[in-house]
């Protein structure tokens, strides 16, 4: 079966206003899986229009009704968990049992802004009998949430759930690779949900049109980006001639520090995971595994051991699935070939999938490589695949300044029995999320974001409604 994927304006499914649309593929196959409007300027005209006028009524309602409404969301997320999680599962190519996973993740959005709205207020601030201060923390009205393909449905509720609760309306545009996930969510807040027409609005195609109009719309007045640098970058740059404020949440390179004294039992499968989940296409993933001298060949025999063990494919009991793109599957081998020539030494992988009918897709091996330095390309750069460069380091110094010495800093994990040394180590990581003992822990309630190169802002958590808020004082001449 093959899809078609209109956009989503003022509750209503809308054609592209050029009649276009993008091919997408499956990655489990390579073949054809959907149409996808290919939005433009005059699409996303259309939308925030849309959103505008939807605002002032969605704005000023009570919190406690729009966070019904999301909690009545996060409902009917749930019952139809399995039909949104199988369009996750085709568009990404991740196993079912994740996608269920990913999609529950967005319910819980939805659950805990729902929630929490109730509680956000401002304050009486004290300067004197003469005067009365307060503050009130207000919507933006228009906010345009931009998302990438390898967790849509995740990211695009990390996005809109905060920004509706506290009044704005929302204009999101999924990745032009995952965009069906989202289109459902929509259609039912509106249909079965209340939540009114144009306060959710879904504007599909490409980055460089419908994504560029988007953060470019006069209406626009905040936008929360996920994604690459690249498109950070762009987006910083007219975010900052608009003066609209902006949330980065961009890539990563991030180190797994295991010290000697860690529980090997944990700390190994936990490294896998770190590089492995969503066939490491995920921003936090631990790619830079930075392993104590004293414990570093018992270590990667191990990994090595545990990641043989993973199963590749698109089959039920596949733990990996391909990654999502063409393009991807096509920079995460010519790294393969990058670590060959700066002298890596290859443990495990390092292709792709030999290409049998159940692996006709875009499979690649998960793949470790040891005797890599921080200096090599495949321990600075972000791959965005299932490959980990391992690095030895001396003592706890050693380990900070190797951590630290990446452009990036979104997450570090720190594998130790020695509590007062795990806290001592996070004291000094520069990254918005450190883990100890675990790798990629954390809930909707922890907040999230980068410093240095991984972005700036922060969703999740009640941190998120800060930004989806402005702070306004009045003060009165009593
Ligand atoms: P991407 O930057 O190419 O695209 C992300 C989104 O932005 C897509 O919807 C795309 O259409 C849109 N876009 C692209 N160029 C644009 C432009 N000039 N103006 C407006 N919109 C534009 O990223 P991707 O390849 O889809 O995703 C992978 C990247 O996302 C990786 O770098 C990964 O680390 C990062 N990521 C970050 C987080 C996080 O929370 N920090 C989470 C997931 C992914």
Not at 137 to 161: C, L
Not at 288 to 302: G, K, M, N, P, Y
């Amino acid at each position: 079966m093959t899809y078609r994927f209109d956009h989503f304006i003022a509750g209503a499914s809308s054609t592209p206003a050029s009649g276009k649309y993008l091919p997408k593929m499956e990655p489990a196959t390579g073949k054809p899986l959907a149409q996808v409007a290919a939005g433009d300027k005059s699409d996303v005209d259309k939308a925030v229009q849309s959103a505008y006028t939807a605002w002032p009524a969605w704005r000023d309602r009570r919190p406690i009704e729009r966070g019904r409404i999301l909690l009545k969301i996060a409902e009917k997320i749930r019952e139809r968990i399995n039909e949104i999680a199988t369009i996750e599962a085709r568009e990404t190519g991740k196993p079912l049992v994740q996608a269920l996973r990913e999609v529950e993740g967005a319910a819980q959005y939805f659950e805990f802004y729902g929630g929490l709205v109730n509680v956000m207020h401002g304050e009486v601030i004290d300067i004197g009998a003469a005067y009365h201060s307060y503050t009130r923390r207000e919507p933006y009205g228009v906010v345009g949430v931009i998302t990438p393909w390898n967790a849509p449905i995740n990211q695009g509720g990390r996005g809109i759930a905060p920004a509706l609760a506290v009044g704005n309306v929302v204009v999101a545009k999924p990745s032009e690779e995952t965009s069906g996930s989202l289109l459902e969510v929509a259609r039912l807040a509106v249909d079965e949900c209340g939540l009114p027409p144009g306060v959710l609005n879904v504007v599909l195609g490409a980055g460089q049109e419908a994504g560029k109009s988007l953060v470019e719309h006069p209406l626009v007045r905040k936008v929360a980006f996920t994604g690459s640098v690249r498109a950070g970058r762009e987006i910083g740059r007219i975010a900052a001639e608009r003066i609209i404020p902006l949330t980065l949440e961009l890539g990563g390179k991030s180190p797994n520090i295991v010290f000697e004294d860690a529980d090997l039992s944990l700390a190994v499968p936990g490294s896998v995971r770190a590089f492995t989940a969503n066939a490491g296409q995920i921003c936090l993933a631990g790619t830079r595994c930075l392993v104590q001298e004293s414990i570093h060949d018992a270590f990667v025999e191990r990994v090595t051991r545990a990641v043989k063990a993973i199963k590749v494919g698109a089959d039920k009991d596949a733990t990996m699935g391909p990654l999502t793109t063409k393009p991807q599957f096509e920079k995460v081998q010519e790294y393969f070939n990058v670590a060959k020539s700066e002298g890596a030494k290859l443990e495990i992988g390092g292709q792709k999938l030999a290409n049998d009918e159940s692996t006709a897709g875009w499979f690649v091996e998960p793949t470790v490589y040891s005797g890599v330095t921080n200096d090599m390309r495949i321990a600075r750069e972000e791959i965005f695949g299932p490959v980990l460069a391992i690095i030895p380091f001396t003592d706890d110094e050693d380990a900070i300044r190797l951590a630290n010495d990446t452009e990036y800093g979104l997450a570090a994990g720190i594998w130790t029995r020695d509590l007062s040394r795990g806290l001592r180590v996070a004291a000094r990581l520069e990254a918005g999320q450190i883990y100890v003992n675990e790798y990629q822990a954390g809930g909707v309630e922890t907040p999230l974001g980068g410093y240095k190169g991984s972005g700036y802002g922060r969703e999740k958590g009640v941190e998120a409604l800060h930004h989806y808020t402005q702070l306004k004082c009045v003060t009165i001449k009593l």
